[in-house]
């Protein structure tokens, strides 16, 4: 890899990292959602705030799975290993999808009316989005030619 493309996703992954603690809509942080949540949806009758205030193990909570993908687009950076960036931004990104995906089934109308107070000052969204996103495209970037 070139590498400006290392030092990119190696800012990368420390932006992640640090959204995985910081709300992502409204209240809810990543440390709320329960992996549980994430493959079988949200339990019918779950509002808004009950989601907030779920009580989730650290290592069954969508963080871990943000943490796991800010390690591997840091063993990307330093390690240069294009296959682990990969999988770090489609980690990254599948959870944040899957959990807007399972929000907007469960809270949708509730979001739609009030987006200008759920998404205001939302840095673990920007934050673990944007540095997702900028990830996926310094990976692709072309790699470099070998002058031999």
Request: aromatic share 10%; net charge neutral.
């Amino acid at each position: 890899m070139r590498t400006f493309v290392h030092l990119v996703l190696f800012v990368c992954a420390i932006a992640v990292a640090i959204g995985a603690f910081l709300p992502i809509v409204g209240g809810i942080q990543p440390s709320d959602v329960a992996l549980v949540d994430l493959r079988d949806g949200f339990p019918t009758g779950f509002t808004f705030e009950q989601v907030e205030t779920q009580a989730v193990v650290f290592y069954r909570s969508m963080t871990a799975l943000l943490l796991l993908s800010a390690v591997l687009l840091l063993a990307a950076a330093l390690v240069g290993s294009r296959g682990a960036g990969w999988l770090g931004v489609i980690v990254g990104i599948g959870t944040t999808a899957v959990f807007l995906w399972r929000l907007n089934d469960r809270a949708g109308d509730f979001v739609r009316d009030n987006y200008d107070n759920l998404f205001s000052g939302r840095w673990g969204l920007y934050l673990a989005g944007g540095g997702l996103i900028v990830a996926l495209l310094a990976l692709l970037v072309p790699k470099e030619r070998s002058t031999a």
